[in-house]
């Protein structure tokens, strides 16, 4: 079966940093990817990693950003610095294989001022 788990979205205060996770599992992943949400809008592509480590990043907030690898297996990091209120949304976790898009349920990042 495969499942896309996502980890560390919360409430922050303006200018804090924060780490998101996602870790896949069940097939063999072409790339993970996180995008985010705001209300009433489209999901947009913060940034996606291919398995050959390629990087692709969204329009928004690429210098406060950081995709890495994690330790585990399939495993994506997503680092967000110098959060604004702006920020405030929910982070999708994305995982593309054979064709298939794989979405995780969302994770609440919160900016408080």
């Known amino acids: 079966q495969v499942q896309l788990a996502e980890s560390g979205g919360g409430l922050v205060e303006v200018g804090e940093s924060l780490r998101l996770s996602c870790t896949a599992s069940?097939?063999?992943?072409?790339?993970l990817g996180w995008y985010r949400q705001f209300p009433g809008k489209r999901r947009q592509l913060l940034a996606r990693?291919?398995?050959?480590?390629?990087?692709e990043y969204g329009r928004s907030g690429q210098d406060r950003l950081t995709i890495s690898r994690g330790s585990a297996e399939n495993t994506i990091l997503l680092e967000l610095s110098d959060l604004r209120p702006e920020d405030t949304a929910v982070y999708f976790c994305?995982?593309?294989?054979?064709?298939?898009?794989?979405w995780g349920q969302g994770t609440q990042v919160t900016v408080s001022s």
């Open positions: 994305n995982a593309e294989y054979y064709g298939t898009l794989l």
């Open positions: 069940g097939a063999r992943f072409s790339a």
């Open positions: 990693m291919e398995n050959d480590g390629s990087i």
